[in-house]
Structure formats: structure tokens, C-alpha cells
């Protein structure tokens, strides 16, 4: 006889859905069924490419017409750093010998570069990119004054700088790398699940959510702008904590022992929700924030993290909502697999995050 054979039915609180279907079948086996699939697919990526999700970052700083000051930053995995390197089209010599640190599991290189042709019109590419899983972001400051960021990927591992600068380039880009961050940011994702899997409600799930996003955008926002300093490594394992605390606080809930994060799960999205913005400012200021633009660039990176959030909450609630028609016999006991699935990913984080500290 299985373990969990003697598992008796309990309540599966998802906001909108009832938790009867109209035959009378319970809804809890296809909706914890359907939950486990996104924990699922939020593991399989993460272990793969954990080491592989910074962004490499180019900044070129313009002294005088086709003279350049170089700083070029990319991740490292262990002692070795991804074999990635700038390509100009226009004619560059190096000025100055390149200096080569290690800051923060990074590497950073700088030096001098000219060539005499100007910036404008040349097409910058990134040699390597597209062998890997990360992707590279590139800031112009011109000797005018002027600006131009670019976000290149695998997969289009090259752009032209434009002649005619916009000054909605940084807003756009600022947005995007929001967006792609929070997306491929699985601890963030896998919180934001736990949470919507323990609220029961409209009403509950829009005041949790509202919390977490308040939370983490005053964090996010006071770290970035140097008003507080909280070292990176503690902060990401103290994240994966608040992941499994939730998981453990659905598996609770799911025996009848409702516990804070069930009766109110706007305060735990709130407390958690201000670690979670350091961890989105420790990305942030893996590509830094354009002088002279801050706060457009933070604004609209912020933005961009709503954006993808909402955009992820809309797709949970998709597939919830699609399942509510699919009517297949599954043990009793598949209301388990999500937190359980949930908190065993959570617990891999920490314990590697531990041991990179």
C-alpha cells in the first residue's frame, strides 16, 4: 500500500476557480497536477544554465571623435570566463594595454581604443555570443553628451550604432532587460507560483501581489541607488529560504494547519518581497545604470519586472483555467507534487548557494 494512501482530501485554494466541477468531481487532482508541470518546467532550465544567465556588459565612453575609453565586463564560471569578445566594423588599435580584475565572479577589462572613425553607423558585435546562454549589454556615452544602449542576445549577437540617437533607446532597452530578467529569473518565478497557489480569492491574490511588488521595488530601488549595501550571496540564499517556507507553508495549509502565509499571504509577499529586491538590484547592477539616465533606467527596469511578472501570473492562470476542462482521473495525492516540487528546488538553491559562499 502506498504511503500516501491514507492522504484524506483537502482543499486546493486557486483565486477564481471552484473547487468543485459540475459532475461532482473534485477539481484538486487536475489543478495540483497542472501546478506541478510549471514547477517542473522552472527546474529543468535553471540547473542547466544557472551559471550562465548574467549578462556580459560593454560600455564605451567617448573622449574626442574615434577615441574611446574600453570597460568590458564578463561572467566567469569557476576561474575561467566565457570566451566572449567585442568586434568593431571601423578600423580600432588599442591605445593602452588591457588590464584584466576579477570583481564579483566577473571579469573586467579595460583599456584605451581609437581608430579615427567615429562611432555612428559602425556595427558592434559580440564574438562568442551566440554559443552561449547569456547576453550582453552594450552602452555608448558619446562626446557630446548623448547615449545609446543595446541589448544583444544569442541570437542576434550584433547591432549598428544608429546615426540619429533617440532618447527613448535607454527606456526601451531598460524595459526589456526587466522583463527578460524576471523571466528567466526561475527563484523569483517559483516564489511568485507559491504564492498564487496559497491564495484563495480575488481579492487575496491582488492585495499579495500588490505587496510583493511595493516590497521589492523600495528595495530595489534603495540599493541600487547606493542608499543601502547588503552583500549578494546571503541575499540569494535567504531567497531560496523564502521559497521553501512558502512550499512548506502550502503542505500545511493542504492538512488542515493553516499557517500566516494561508490566512494572509500579502504579509509574508511583503516581508520576502524587500529580499527579492536586493536580488533584483544585484542584477541590475550587473550592467550598471547610465549616468545622466538613472532614473529613467530604473524606472523602466522596474516596469519591465512588473511587466514579466504579470505576464507569467497571466499564464499560470491560463493554463489553471484551461484545465478546469480536462477531465482526468488522478490520485488523490497529486495535490502534494507542486509544493513538494517547489520546496526540493528551493532547497537545491540553497544548499548551492551555500557552498558558493
Keep these: ?152 542576445t544569442p541570437t542576434e549577437p550584433s547591432a549598428q550604432i544608429p546615426i540619429d540617437l533617440s532618447g527613448w533607446n535607454v527606456a526601451r532597452e531598460y524595459l526589456t532587460f526587466g ?48 542608499v543601502i549595501h547588503v552583500p549578494a550571496a546571503p541575499v540569494e540564499v535567504v531567497i531560496a529560504l523564502s521559497i521553501v517556507f512558502v512550499a512548506a507553508e502550502i503542505l500545511h495549509s493542504r492538512r488542515g494547519r493553516e499557517g500566516i502565509t494561508a490566512r494572509a499571504p500579502w504579509v509574508v509577499a511583503l516581508t520576502f518581497g524587500l529580499l527579492h529586491g536586493l536580488g533584483f538590484a544585484g542584477a541590475l547592477s550587473e550592467v550598471g545604470l547610465p549616468q545622466g539616465h538613472i532614473p529613467v533606467a530604473l524606472l523602466f527596469f522596474n516596469l519591465g519586472v512588473e511587466a514579466g511578472q504579470l505576464l507569467f501570473i497571466a499564464a499560470v492562470m491560463g493554463v489553471m483555467a484551461a484545465f478546469r476542462h480536462v477531465h482526468i482521473q488522478l490520485p488523490q495525492w497529486t495535490e502534494y507534487i507542486p509544493p513538494y516540487t517547489i520546496g526540493s528546488v528551493a532547497m537545491f538553491w540553497v544548499f548551492q548557494r551555500l557552498s558558493a559562499l
Excluded at 17 to 31: D, F, H, K, R
Excluded at 92 to 103: A, C, G, K, Q, S
Excluded at 125 to 136: Q, S, V, Y
Design 1 to 152: 500500500m502506498s504511503v500516501l494512501s491514507g492522504i484524506s482530501p483537502r482543499t486546493l485554494h486557486i483565486p477564481y476557480l471552484p473547487t468543485q466541477i459540475s459532475n461532482g468531481e473534485s477539481l484538486i487532482p487536475y489543478l495540483a497536477f497542472q501546478a506541478s508541470l510549471f514547477a517542473i518546467f522552472c527546474l529543468a532550465p535553471l540547473m542547466v544554465f544557472a551559471h550562465e544567465v548574467r549578462p556580459a556588459y560593454l560600455e564605451l565612453r567617448e573622449s574626442q571623435s574615434g577615441e574611446m575609453t574600453v570597460l568590458w565586463k564578463t561572467p566567469m564560471r569557476g576561474e575561467r570566463r566565457l570566451a566572449l569578445q567585442p568586434e568593431f566594423s571601423g578600423q580600432t588599435e588599442n591605445l593602452t594595454p588591457i588590464t584584466t580584475r576579477e570583481i564579483g565572479g566577473a571579469a573586467v577589462q579595460t583599456w584605451r581604443m581609437g581608430g579615427g572613425e567615429p562611432l555612428q553607423g559602425q556595427t558592434i558585435r559580440i564574438a562568442g555570443l551566440e554559443g552561449t546562454m547569456t547576453d550582453a549589454l552594450v552602452r555608448v556615452e558619446f562626446a557630446d553628451g548623448r547615449m545609446w544602449v543595446k541589448r544583444l
Design 179 to 226: 522583463v527578460e530578467h524576471i523571466l528567466i529569473g526561475m527563484d523569483h518565478l517559483l516564489f511568485v507560483l507559491a504564492l498564487l497557489l496559497i491564495s484563495s480569492g480575488l481579492w487575496q491574490l491582488v492585495k499579495t501581489v500588490t505587496a510583493f511588488t511595493l516590497a521589492h521595488s523600495i528595495t530595489l530601488g534603495l540599493a541600487t541607488l547606493g
